[in-house]
T-cell receptor, first 115, second 110 residues
């Protein structure tokens, strides 16, 4: 059973471009979480999705950021018109059930660098 | 927003027991406490999870007092490969959001 997969592992974008980060959850998992980690800092929750639904997006910046988890295919975190402050590691995690006590399995992360 | 705080760093030697405490004074009533380990350039890896009292698995123990306002991750007989950052994860009672702790950087010396 493959773990959580994220791609690309490294992404370089110029200011103003769009960044698309993909996350394939573990087989059988229908809950996906996205986190952002700035250099030398902890992980900050961004968004929680279930298949075709956004459950909680309270950690997402109000502008330029969006996320989806379609019925088929990976979850996508999209950042439009990237700025240097968006440079960070973006991790996704998946869980089978969601909710209290449900263990989250993390992917290896995508490191976004905005030049 | 209540803080979930941990010591910034800890040093230890191989073979010693290490205890890392997380303070979460506003933990949600029904929420679990989960601890993760993170190596550089990798995603966090699950270590242990508990709700109250004590939980033990093959790699660690987790101690949770009755008021659940803190928890202590105990790593028995650490080795060099345990050098990593350790995070606690809890739900906040006010916001019902999952909050990662500030992280503790453990350095194990030979």
């Amino acid at each position: 059973n493959a773990g959580v997969m994220q791609n690309p592992r490294h992404l370089v974008r110029r200011r103003g471009q769009e960044a698309r980060l993909r996350c394939s959850p573990m087989k059988g998992h229908s809950h996906v979480y996205w986190y952002r980690q700035l250099p030398e800092e902890g992980l900050k929750f961004m968004v929680y999705l279930q298949k075709e639904n956004i459950i909680d997006e309270s950690g997402m910046p109000k502008e330029r950021f969006s996320a989806e988890f379609p019925k088929e295919g990976p979850s996508i975190l999209r950042i439009q018109q990237v700025v240097r402050g968006d440079s960070a590691a973006y991790f996704c995690a998946s869980s089978p059930r969601g909710g209290q006590g449900d263990e989250q399995y993390f992917g290896p992360g995508t490191r976004l660098t905005v030049t | 927003l209540a803080k979930t705080t941990q010591p910034i760093s800890m040093d230890s030697y191989e073979g010693q027991e290490v205890n890392i405490t997380c303070s979460h004074n506003n933990i949600a009533t029904n929420d679990y406490i989960t601890w993760y380990q993170q190596f550089p350039s990798q995603g966090p890896r699950f270590i242990i999870q508990g709700y109250k009292t004590k939980v033990t698995n093959e790699v660690a123990s987790l101690f949770i007092p009755a008021d659940r306002k803190s928890s202590t991750l105990s790593l028995p007989r650490v080795s060099l490969s345990d050098t990593a950052v350790y995070y606690c994860l809890v739900g906040d009672a006010n916001t019902d959001k999952l909050i990662f702790g500030t992280g503790t950087r453990l350095q194990v010396f030979p």
